[in-house]
């Protein structure tokens, strides 16, 4: 069960290994393309029916047929990898039970966002988990965890990459393991504060200047590429892709003193500073509403800003 690109390696892994896939549940097909109506397969879709894997694509998982449908397959393990919540009428259905493949070290980062909010709380480190489903969602026994490093240069892109490679190895190891009954399973401590990660709206990736230039770096980090933090520039909303806390040269911190955050300076050639609340940041890619990404010093060639 699982919709995204993140998903796929998972399945490819299973079906690698020789493992019988009855069958694929992915999300409905989307409109879009020139027209906007043209159907849009989800990644899961395409890859299943490149191997000739039945696909179920249920807008209701409480629904009759559907659920006739999943119980006609009699599979003995389910699978989720980045899908939805699942109803427990779903979940309790297979005699091995079901386990969810999650890119955190749970408890930490429970929710729709793990990989974004570690990077943009500035961790060092995250990981993968699998566990078993219950009513509440990110909440089952853990049965195997495996742990990445988040590195200075990385961002969204470059984390999920290798946590979707690293996750499908964990999926292959826990069937091994529920295959062979040989995996202890352990409960999650639910009475003890984690950082959460909510699923991510255009509001929530504003950049707000208040912040630490730290803590602002770390935002573009964990917003890149998608869905990217973004500001107010020209007048327009402007996408911000890649920052530093490294400043230009001939640019010193108390030449910026009489800036207030959220204020910048520039040369109009090659570096755009923006004032943090204690700090500086240095912009280096971004894209203004309606045109195409470029680093700063094409974006500058192109629009001159006042220092004023």
């Known amino acids: 069960m699982g919709t995204p690109a993140f998903a796929v390696p998972s399945l490819a892994a299973l079906v690698e290994h020789n493992f019988e896939v009855t069958a694929v549940i992915t999300a409905t097909d989307k409109m879009g393309g020139r027209g906007g109506n043209q159907p849009i397969i989800s990644p899961v879709k395409a890859y299943a029916q490149s191997k000739n894997i039945p696909v179920l694509q249920p807008s209701n998982l409480k629904a009759p047929d559907f659920l006739e449908a999943l119980k006609n397959y009699q599979a003995d393990l389910q699978i989720v990898v980045a899908f939805r919540m699942l109803p427990e009428v779903v979940w309790a259905m297979p005699p091995k039970g079901t386990f969810n493949l999650h890119a955190s070290l749970l408890p930490e980062y429970r929710g729709a966002a793990p990989i974004n909010w570690a990077i943009i709380n500035g961790e ?3 990981g993968v988990s699998t566990f078993f489903l219950k009513q509440k969602i990110d909440t089952g026994n853990l049965i195997f965890q495996e742990k990445e490093p988040i590195y200075p240069e990385d961002n969204v892109g470059t984390l999920y990459e290798r946590l979707m490679h690293k996750g499908a190895n964990l999926v292959i190891r826990t069937v091994e393991a529920i295959i062979d009954n040989d995996y202890q399973e352990k409960s999650q401590d639910l009475s003890i504060p984690t950082k959460p990660a909510p699923k991510i709206h255009r509001e929530t990736c504003k ?34 892709y890649l920052s530093s806390l490294e400043l230009p040269e001939g640019i010193e911190a108390e030449t910026t003193d009489a800036l207030q955050a959220g204020e910048y300076l520039t040369d109009n050639k090659s570096y755009l500073v923006f004032k943090a609340n ?31």
């Open 124 to 126: 060092s480190e995250t």
């Open 207 to 240: 950049i707000d200047w208040s912040k630490t230039a730290t803590e602002i770096h770390n935002f573009v980090r964990g917003l890149t590429p998608y869905p990217s933090a973004w500001m107010d520039l020209m007048g327009k909303s402007c996408k911000v």
């Open 278 to 308: 204690n700090g500086l940041v240095s912009i280096k890619a971004l894209q203004l509403e309606g045109k195409k990404r470029l680093d700063i010093a094409a974006f500058l060639a192109g629009n001159k800003l006042s220092n004023d």
